[in-house]
């Protein structure tokens, strides 16, 4: 079946702009996560969905990134005033029912240019 | 806060050759994830390690957790270079979920013919 699907796949933008990430999980997975993955600090956790709870938002980086998960399936991870520190490949994934055995699914990825 | 070493960072092996890459943590957790990330690629599970004394084997690839040592292993047996790739260990941090996967900063292996 379709795996995790994101878009755009690359995205260059100039500083001080906001930009729109989507991420289509894997039919059927409730879990969402999104990552950052950048030279500097590797592969970090941003934000997590699970059903209709509320997200665990306890590793966006500032104020300026958000994220939304709107009818339990599409994401979208905004960045607003982009900086650019926030340059970085941007992957989501996702897995059936964010259990602690499960395996993550992960997307192609973003990869944000800040200019 | 959960630490996660990786070492090597980098490895330059010949193909045929056996080799093992490491994966420290800092706190308990008893499930651990093995990742694979070919290079302008998203990351491709490999293993899920859920016990102490779990050991997973794929093709020429095992993984192994020891959650007493806060180590995990993952051996290459007669490399071949469809193995090239960076491989990526994760962990649980303590009382989480399965999401917030701390990882480490990936080995990257070159399997040179």
């Known amino acids: 079946g379709a795996g995790v699907s994101q878009s755009p796949s690359n995205k260059v933008t100039e500083k001080g702009k906001d930009v729109e990430l989507r991420c289509d999980p894997i039919?059927?997975?409730?879990?969402l996560y999104w990552y950052r993955q950048s030279l500097g600090q590797g592969l970090e956790f941003l934000i997590y969905?699970?059903?209709?709870?509320?997200?665990?938002k306890s590793g966006l980086p500032s104020d300026r990134f958000s994220a939304e998960r709107t009818g339990g399936s599409v994401s979208t991870l905004t960045i607003q005033r982009t900086q650019q520190e926030d340059s970085a490949v941007y992957l989501c994934?996702?897995?059936?029912?964010?259990?602690?055995?499960?395996?993550?699914?992960f997307g192609p990825g973003t990869r944000l240019l800040v200019l | 806060e959960l630490k996660v070493e990786q070492n090597p960072l980098f490895l330059s092996m010949q193909e045929g050759k056996n080799y093992t890459i490491y994966c420290n943590y800092s706190?308990?957790?008893?499930?651990l994830y093995w990742y694979r990330q070919d290079p302008g690629k998203s990351l491709e599970s490999l293993f899920v390690?859920?016990?102490?004394?779990a050991v997973k084997q794929e093709g020429r690839l095992m993984a192994s957790l020891d959650t007493k040592a806060r180590l995990s292993t993952l051996h290459i047996t007669a490399a071949v270079h469809d193995l090239s790739a960076t491989y990526f260990c994760?962990?649980?941090?303590?009382?989480?979920?399965?999401?917030?996967?701390?990882f480490g900063k990936g080995t990257k292996l070159s399997v040179i013919p």
């Open positions: 390690l859920l016990s102490n004394g």
């Open positions: 994760a962990v649980d941090p303590p009382g989480a979920g399965s999401y917030q996967l701390t």
């Open positions: 994934a996702s897995s059936l029912d964010g259990a602690e055995w499960e395996t993550q699914y």
């Open positions: 039919s059927g997975h409730t879990a």
């Open positions: 706190t308990t957790s008893d499930r």
């Open positions: 969905f699970q059903g209709n709870s509320a997200p665990d």
